[in-house]
């Protein structure tokens, strides 16, 4: 079995490449790419599939064939086993001169080059549904694996859950900044924070996504307190780079399989964190309900707004954390 492991440092390089495509540098685009003739870049477009030299001039070019963008909501995942590294990248793209906005997501292959990880193959698409493209609907994927599940007792249950998810604020920023090695240090520093607090409420750390978590608790009582006690030690911290994180939580029925969860209530617990600010807990209706009128929280600034990738609006509310 090969040594997989989540790789801060990957996520680190990738968001690097993504921020000098949107800076609109060529020069520290392809300074990232690898030197092999293996190189290669699948675009969303038609045809779009540029190898070695060729995909190197393009990129060259890059600043006089495509209009001034950046990214909404870019979240990256990497990994890392030997000499290769991989990320899964997703976000909305946004052109203001034309007023676009487009979803996009992404793989991207890395080699270990003479100590420096460079990307040798970059694979982006614009999701549309299979009914568009297929002309049929034979599913989503976690429709599958909760169909197949569901079939055989004793790999999944489910059950009433808070699902939390964190995430720092301007990541890429803060990674470009300090450089990617005191990146990596940070970044597992900060989980292992995240994480530390999070048992201290009786929560299940579930995973960490590049530079966040995603955990789950029994209660949304010890949800609302881990993440207020996250929010405060964050706050306390005095060394430099100081960190700001967005935090979300959701309640409901989750499907749990081997140690990790599925389902409707964890996107919407995701999401719920993407619409907060940085240093910000924000929470939906339902976790809301369920500590009722519990004195020891404070709620603020509802608002009914969309969910990316949710029908209809959702109410949200603010806790609030600062004394």
Known sequence: MPDIAPSPEIDAVVRRWLAASTNRNPRAVANLFSASSALTYVGSAPGEIWTDDALRAGFAAMPDNILPFSYDDLRITGYESGPFGWALWTGTMVIPEIGKRTDFRGTVILTLEDSVWRVVHSHNSTPVSNLESLGQDPGNFDDLVRAATASAPGIAGSGMASVM???????TSVAQAIGDGAWRTLVKRHVALVGDLIRSSDGTLVKS???GTMSTFQTARAALSAAQAIQHAISAE???????VRIGIHTGEVVEDDGDFFGTVVNKAARVAAAARPGEIRI???????????????????????LKGLEGDHLIHRLEWRE
């Open 284 to 306: 939906s209706e339902a976790t809301r309900i369920m500590v009722g009128g519990a004195r020891d929280f404070t709620f603020s600034d509802a608002a009914t707004i969309p």
């Open 209 to 211: 996504l590049g530079d």
């Open 165 to 171: 998810f964190t995430d720092i604020a301007d990541s």
């Open 238 to 244: 005095r060394t430099e780079p100081r960190l700001s």
